[in-house]
């Protein structure tokens, strides 16, 4: 029998307009079962949000009680972990030494964003006027629809739900329909935390009622978005009827840039995590290997002979390295997208297939497309386990070469060089740059991209900033009587 999750809705479980099956991408079977929010369901946890925000249970709140109920959030986060974990990769096929380890440290970001609702102050402004005193309060920007793709939707969701619980607005969350288990069982610690009816409401559905009727909603203050491009485009479509503010973090296509100087060994290791970690499917995957000529041959056989090493197995085994795609339409898209680089005349040094075994898994690939021009998995974000490769002979290349998508959310770079690490860092076009490192994230360091990127940033002092307005309030200090109405004052 296959488990049954339910929406949270103001304050309230329901079994949602109907259910659809969710898959388990490492046996390609129903594992559960998952309630659709449709029109009646997005406008009910809309109307909660919107009186959440003005109902003294909430906006009577103290900061520094808010950041008391984000901690026992954060407290309940972590002690769930081993159970959000285990359905994280139920539903989505991440593996679960991933998934335990990212869930718990998405109790850190709680923490962190806790630590901060007592600490967004305003501001006193010494007015050019010598009767007027005039200060900025800072307020909740409103209703925040947060809108997550499947993948690390904990992850994604806690960057969003953190920062705006600790500026005082309250939030429509909307679960992926890939896989909502993650985020519908996060909402009985939502409850359970004592947060107020209506300031953190559930749901999942499909895009075009759910996602749309939720992010042109006319109550809709704010729509913090993660997903694809195409998708932020309808976002964006959707919020020129209602005008809210808009924060999209997108794919990438990010370079992983190798020079020779570099530790070869230890920047192989780091190319490896880069691109196969989560079976690639990861925002900020390395997927664009650019390695300067010289070592080409080097690094190239000492990855392949990694990555012929990865344990692929079952996601719940502990010994597995490397799990299945969450969807067969990115399995789909992803042999489409390789086959069409073979036939542009890159060759596959590696991997280059579906796995032969039951689920949607892709062999860890690596495609040489040295000397192709706009070879298609250069282009496209894959969203998989595919490395492409290609040269460099200079530093001036290197960064060519890095700047040469329409993306810009991470790149590594590897080199001992440090005035090169310098130099190449300012110039690469890239919210994110790790320097002899790769993939490390921490909610004190903002995180997001540039062109087709996205725009804004998550994580760090400078998100929670974002979820407030400020308000300029005058006070006139002079006790004469108000004279001339027609002059400015
Ligand atoms: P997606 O864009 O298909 O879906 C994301 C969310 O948007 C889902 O909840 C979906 O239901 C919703 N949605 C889809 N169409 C909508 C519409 N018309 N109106 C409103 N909502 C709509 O993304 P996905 O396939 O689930 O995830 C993969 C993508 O997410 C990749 O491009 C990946 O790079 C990106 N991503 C980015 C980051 C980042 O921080 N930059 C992190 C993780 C994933």
Known sequence: ??????????????????????????????????????????????????????????????????????????????????????????????????????????????????????????????????????????????????????????????????????????????????????????????????????????????????????????????????????TARHIVANTSKNLAKVSLELGGKSPFIVFADTDIQSAVNAQVAAIFAASGQSCVAGSRLLVEASVKEQFLAMLVERVSRIQVGAPDDLATEYGPLCTERQLRHIEKIVANSVAQGAKVLAGGKALDRDGFYYAPTIIDCTGVENADSITTELFGPVLSVDTFSTEQEAIEKANSTAYGLAAGIFTTNLTRAHRVSKRVRSGIVWINTYRAVSPLVPFGGFGLSGHGREGGMSAALEYTTTKSVWLRTSDEPISDPFVMR
């Open 1 to 230: 029998m296959s488990v049954q999750f339910q929406l949270y809705i103001d304050g309230q479980f329901e079994p949602g307009a109907a259910s659809f099956g969710s898959i388990n991408p490492a046996t390609g079977q129903v594992w559960a079962q998952m309630p659709e929010a449709r029109t009646d369901e997005v406008n009910r946890a809309v109307a909660a949000a919107s009186r959440a925000l003005s109902d003294p249970a909430w906006a009577g709140l103290t900061a520094s009680a808010r950041g008391k109920l984000l901690h026992k959030l954060a407290d309940l986060v972590e002690k769930a972990a081993p159970r959000l974990a285990e359905i994280e990769t139920h539903d989505t096929g991440k593996i679960i030494r991933e998934t335990s380890s990212q869930i718990a440290y998405v109790a850190e970001y709680y923490r962190y964003y806790a630590g901060i609702a007592d600490k967004l102050e305003g501001s006193h402004i010494p007015v050019d006027k010598p009767d007027m005193q005039v200060w900025l309060e800072r307020q909740p920007v409103g209703v925040v629809a947060a809108i997550v793709p499947w993948n690390s939707q904990l992850f994604l969701s806690a960057v969003k739900v953190g920062p705006a619980l600790a500026a005082g607005c309250t939030v429509v969350l909307k679960a992926s329909e890939e896989a909502p288990g993650p985020l519908l069982e996060f909402a009985k610690l939502i409850h359970e935390a004592g947060f107020p009816a209506g300031v953190v409401n559930v749901i999942t559905g499909f895009a075009a009622e759910c996602g749309a009727v939720l992010s042109s909603h006319p109550d809709v203050d704010k729509v913090a978005f993660t997903g694809g491009p195409e």
